[in-house]
């Protein structure tokens, strides 16, 4: 088994379930149909409730990993939103990818209809198509992941995220260099401690990297948070926001965990 085996397995899956299905009629119509909708209602920006002062926290509703299996078998997506919510998260992000992770397309709506946050998709996304679809779901931002992306491809997708009205965080694994990231158009950018390719994870380069990030963009630290002194130590290096995951989806009080986490971190942030 080769170290980027498991990333590549993932990403061969959704390409396969992608080249299998056809485009569905009328998807790019649906598209602008749908991003015409979110400016009628109010866009939520994410970069903007990043920037809002206090510990910025994007809060992850995702019921299984491949490392990790099923996380919560009581899984709401919904639910657990508004619960995040509810203890001042700043935004939900929902992992929608379904054979390796167990998620579903159809959370996006559920927790746009529960919280009044921006919602980010996490899934794995090569493909203009994909981002049309994301539109349609009605999320207001979308993560790519540039190891899976070539210059052109990347640029091409990012294009295409701005014409939908869809924020965009990019992100680099903590073992990589971060140059192509900081060279794109991207405004966030985010540093994954959990590799996907062999799942091990990285604090201490997720610490170092951050120094190699402009610091006009936002910065986030993503996955391998278990609590408030590893948030802690990502705010004291200059990261801007934090994802947090299997940490939140594995609590008893999903509220209350997301106080534990942004109150320890506003305290010290201004210490």
């Known amino acids: 088994m080769t170290a980027d085996s498991v990333l590549d397995r993932i990403v061969a899956d959704v390409?396969?379930?992608?080249?299998?299905?056809?485009?569905a009629p009328g998807l790019e119509e649906a598209a602008l149909k749908a991003v015409e909708e979110r400016r009628a209602t109010g866009l939520r920006s994410l970069s903007d409730a990043l920037s809002r002062p206090g510990v910025a926290l994007i809060a992850e509703c995702k019921k299984a990993s491949p490392s990790a299996g099923v996380i919560r078998e009581d899984f709401d997506a919904a639910a657990l939103a508004a619960a995040y919510?509810?203890?001042?998260?700043?935004?939900?992000?929902?992992?929608?990818?379904?054979?390796?992770?167990?998620?579903?397309?159809?959370?996006?709506?559920?927790?746009?209809?529960?919280?009044a946050l921006p919602v980010l998709r996490k899934d794995f996304i090569f493909d203009r198509r994909q981002l049309l679809e994301t539109a349609v779901l009605g999320a207001d931002a979308v993560l790519?992941?540039?190891?899976?992306?070539d210059e052109e491809t990347l640029a091409d997708l990012l294009e295409t995220a701005s014409g939908l009205d869809l924020e965009v965080l990019l992100e680099v694994f903590a073992d990589e260099d971060?140059?192509?990231v900081v060279k794109s158009e991207a405004q966030i950018l985010g540093v994954n401690a959990r590799d996907l390719a062999t799942f091990e994870v990285r604090l201490d380069r997720v610490e170092a990297l951050v120094a190699e990030l402009p610091e006009e963009r936002l910065r986030i630290a993503e996955s391998g948070i278990r609590g408030a002194e590893d948030l802690q130590r990502l705010l004291g290096v200059g990261y801007d926001g934090f994802l947090v995951g299997e940490h939140l989806v594995r609590a008893t009080d999903p509220q209350q965990a997301v106080r534990d986490l942004i109150g320890i971190g506003s305290l010290d942030a201004h210490q």
């Open 85 to 115: 919510a509810a203890g001042g998260a700043s935004a939900i992000s929902v992992v929608t990818e379904p054979a390796f992770f167990k998620g579903r397309v159809h959370w996006i709506d559920e927790v746009r209809q529960a919280v």
């Open 144 to 149: 790519l992941i540039a190891r899976i992306l």
């Open 15 to 23: 390409r396969r379930r992608l080249e299998a299905s056809t485009e």
């Open 178 to 180: 971060p140059a192509a």
